[in-house]
């Protein structure tokens, strides 16, 4: 909008309905219109039926997403785009990043005057690609299960490339960088990926 493109509609998706709540409040804040917002997973990002200009993938979501779950999702978001639409996958090259540091049984990930938050290795899944740990404040007690997927760069834009014509990474430091999507070739229905 600084640069003075219009943009007539902005629709946000997220499992998390609080997530949503805080999108649409910032839309009202920085905006200046509130966003259209879904619950909705984005490996059926095609269900609402919109044709977009632009699909970005934000805050390193591909960790979440096993490679079949990462084929779903290029595949809905292929059906979601223009014929000239662009998916942007903006992330970060995490076996990279477990090479460099090693890959720990037991890791601090946070730690503040409130909270003391590590992580422990659970189980690896073969089948789904992924290592599956528990976060445990160690403060509060609460604790999740989260299954991630180390991948890297190579690994996103070769599957891409099976649903775009054009792929290309533009880096923006050693570990993060963007994956820039361009062209969909609509070949597979999600419905038939299994």
């Known amino acids: 909008m600084d640069r003075k493109f219009e943009v007539s509609k902005l629709i946000i998706t997220d499992l998390r309905e609080k997530a949503l709540e805080k ?36 805050g390193n979501s591909h960790l979440h997403f096993s490679t079949l779950d990462m084929i779903k999702f290029l595949s809905s978001a292929s059906l979601s ?12 090259n995490m076996l990279l990043d477990i090479i460099n540091r090693g890959y720990k049984h037991v890791l601090p990930e946070k730690i503040t005057e409130n909270k003391i938050l590590i992580s422990l290795h659970v189980g ?28 890297d760069f190579a690994e996103i834009l070769g ?20 994956v820039i999507c361009k062209y969909p070739r609509i070949v597979i229905k999600p419905e038939e990926i299994e």
């Open 23 to 58: 999108a649409k409040e910032f839309s009202r804040k920085e905006l200046g219109f509130e966003v259209e917002t879904h619950v909705l997973d984005a490996r059926e990002i095609h269900k609402p039926g919109v044709k977009a200009d632009i699909i970005l993938m934000y």
């Open 159 to 178: 599957i891409c490339k099976i649903f775009f014509r054009e792929v290309s990474l533009e880096k923006i430091d050693s570990y993060r960088g963007i």
């Open 81 to 92: 785009l223009k014929d000239d639409g662009i998916l942007l996958i903006q992330g970060m």
């Open 124 to 151: 690896y899944d073969e089948i789904r690609g992924t290592f599956r740990r528990i976060y445990i404040d160690l403060i509060s007690g609460n604790r999740t299960i989260v299954d991630l997927k180390f991948w």
